[in-house]
C-alpha cells in the first residue's frame, strides 16, 4: 500500500545538528538516529497501525479515534501546510516510539513572518537513555529555522526547565505567564493563570516560557 508523508522527508536531511547547543554523547542526528533499526521521519498516513496514538495517549487524553478520523485529521494537516508532525520509528518493531509537532502560525507582524510551536513532545518510556527526547525536539526546533520561523515556541512543566534551557531555550523575565481558556470540562469555562516566578529555593512557577509566549505543551518525560 502506497505510503503519504504529512510533509516533505527531505527536509529532515537538510538539518545541521551541528547549530543546536544540544550535547549529544555519542553524537546524533535526525540522518544519524544512534541505532540502524531507528528512522526520524515525517509522520505517515499509516502511522495509525505502528501506534502513533497509543504512543500519544502516554503524554495526554487521546480518546477513541478511529482510523477514518485519523486519516481526516492527517488529510487536513496536510492540506493546510502548516503542520509538521515528526516521529522516531523503531523498525524492528514497526512502532513509532518518539514524536513531536511543530506548529507554523502565519503572521501579519515582523514582515508577515512566521512563527512555531513546539507540542505534543512524547518517547515511549522503555527507550529511555538513547537521547530521544533531546533528538526529536532539536530535530523540529531545527526544522522551524529551516522554514524560516522567526521563532519558536513552547510551554512546560517546571521539571523540563533544565532540559529546554540545555536545547537554547531561555525563560524571558517579566514576561512568565501562561494563561488558558479550556473548553473541554464541562459547560463552564475555566480560566486558569500561572505565573513563573523564580522562588528563594530556585525553583520555578508552573510554566516555561520560550522566546515570548506559552502554548499548551505538557510532556511527561525528563532527559
Not at 485529521?73 to 518518539?98: H, L
Not at 536545547?167 to 488558558?180: C, H, K
Request: charged share 25%; hydrophobic share 35%.
Amino acid at each position: 500500500m502506497e505510503e503519504t508523508y504529512l510533509y516533505d522527508p527531505s527536509l529532515l536531511i537538510k538539518l545541521d545538528f551541528h547549530r543546536s547547543p544540544a550535547k549529544f554523547k555519542p553524537f546524533i542526528s535526525a540522518a544519524n538516529p544512534g541505532e540502524p533499526w531507528m528512522k526520524v521521519r515525517p509522520l505517515k498516513d499509516t502511522d495509525y497501525d505502528r501506534g502513533f496514538l497509543q504512543l500519544l495517549s502516554q503524554l495526554t487524553h487521546v480518546g477513541n479515534v478511529n482510523r477514518t478520523q485519523f486519516l481526516t485529521r492527517f488529510s487536513q494537516m496536510k492540506a493546510s501546510g502548516d503542520y509538521f508532525v515528526t516521529v522516531i520509528e523503531d523498525t524492528r518493531k514497526n512502532e513509532i516510539i518518539g514524536a513531536a509537532s511543530l506548529v507554523i502560525e502565519r503572521k501579519f507582524i515582523h514582515n508577515c513572518s512566521v512563527r512555531g510551536r513546539l507540542e505534543d513532545v512524547v518517547v515511549n518510556d522503555t527507550y529511555r537513555g538513547k537521547q530521544l527526547g533531546k533528538l526529536i525536539v532539536v530535530t523540529v526546533s531545527l526544522l522551524a529555522e529551516e522554514l524560516g520561523c522567526y521563532k519558536m515556541s513552547l510551554d512546560c512543566k517546571d521539571k523540563l526547565i533544565k532540559f529546554y534551557e540545555s536545547l537554547g531555550y531561555v525563560l524571558i523575565p517579566g514576561n512568565s505567564n501562561s494563561m488558558t481558556i479550556r473548553y473541554d470540562e464541562g459547560p463552564t469555562l475555566k480560566r486558569n493563570a500561572t505565573s513563573a516566578g523564580t522562588s528563594n529555593s530556585g525553583t520555578v512557577g508552573d510554566s516555561c516560557q520560550t522566546n515570548t509566549q506559552f502554548y499548551n505543551f505538557f510532556s511527561p518525560f525528563c532527559y
